[in-house]
């Protein structure tokens, strides 16, 4: 059987960053999980001590925590900071850059609204950061069911469809006097998502391999499963299930942004023995 793995998978610049920034802080604690990957959160407590801390209470003066790449509500980083914690910020620049429009539109009288999934961490962060609050919605349907000003702006999860998006922004434009759309959605979400359409457009099984509460990894799986009746989303090699392959020729793989490269090969190593 062929396996051939999409143009662009794995790993974005943001994790990346944020591992980096991790394994330069040793006996530190990430306040909620750095990335959504928990094989690779082992790792870090493993081999840098890098532990997870989930409660904000629990951190004592002097102590040093390690900022989600997600970020964390607005409030939580000032008491961090009121409390003299070391703060190592390693939010995401793509999520922080909706955090500043979010308070900067909220500034300037806008009713903004945040495409996205309110319950995602991101979201609670980028959320907090609108004065006047926020309205999150995750589709056409709820968008419609809102009554806002006649200044809306119009920000997405990083994660997020463009094609959903782009729906939303024409439905807006029309209806409100002035309309501020923020293109929010990181070019490699854009990368991963283009490629895994085209590779599934080509095989007869697709493998997704990424974090079960990964909003990313999600995303890459329904769009797989578009174009492939036969994809399947697992956290690694464990997940495999052998009939999956019986009487397949060609095997897709693709990975979300916070999959390590090691649980991808992992995964090909495993699919080659089957």
Not at 20 to 36: D, F, M, R, V
Not at 102 to 108: A, G
Not at 149 to 158: G, I, R, S
Not at 224 to 231: F, G, N, P, V, W
Request: proline share 3%; with cysteine.
């Amino acid at each position: 059987m062929k396996i051939e793995l999409a143009e662009n998978y794995g790993f974005c610049f943001g994790v990346k960053r944020a591992i980096k920034i991790a394994q330069e802080n040793k006996n530190s604690s990430t306040y909620g999980p750095l990335i959504h990957n928990t094989k690779e959160i082992q790792r870090l407590e493993r081999d840098f001590n890098v532990s997870l801390t989930e409660e904000i209470s629990e951190f004592k003066q002097g102590d040093k925590v390690v900022i989600r790449t997600h970020g964390i509500p607005k409030n939580e980083l000032e008491f961090l900071n009121k409390n003299d914690i070391d703060v190592v910020d390693a939010t995401c620049p793509y999520v922080t850059k909706p955090q500043q429009i979010c308070e900067q539109m909220s500034k300037e009288g806008y009713d903004v609204v945040i495409f996205g999934d309110e319950a995602h961490p991101e979201i609670k962060g980028v959320r907090s950061y609108a004065q006047n609050g926020a309205h999150v919605v995750t589709s056409l349907d709820a968008l419609k069911q809102l009554h806002l000003k006649e200044k809306v702006a119009l920000v997405a999860q990083t994660t997020r469809k463009i094609e959903d998006y782009i729906q939303m922004a024409n439905y807006l434009i029309p209806k409100y006097k002035e309309v501020r759309i923020f293109n929010t959605i990181c070019n490699a979400t854009f990368e991963n998502q283009d490629a895994v359409r085209r590779l599934a457009q080509k095989v007869d099984v697709m493998i997704i391999v990424g974090g079960k509460n990964s909003s990313n990894t999600k995303q890459l799986f329904n769009i797989a499963r578009e174009y492939c009746t036969d994809s399947y989303h697992i956290e690694d090699k464990d997940g495999l299930d052998p009939k999956w392959f019986t009487a397949k020729t060609h095997c897709g793989i693709s990975a979300g942004a916070s999959t390590p490269d090691w649980i991808i090969q992992n995964v090909i190593d495993s699919i080659q023995k089957l």
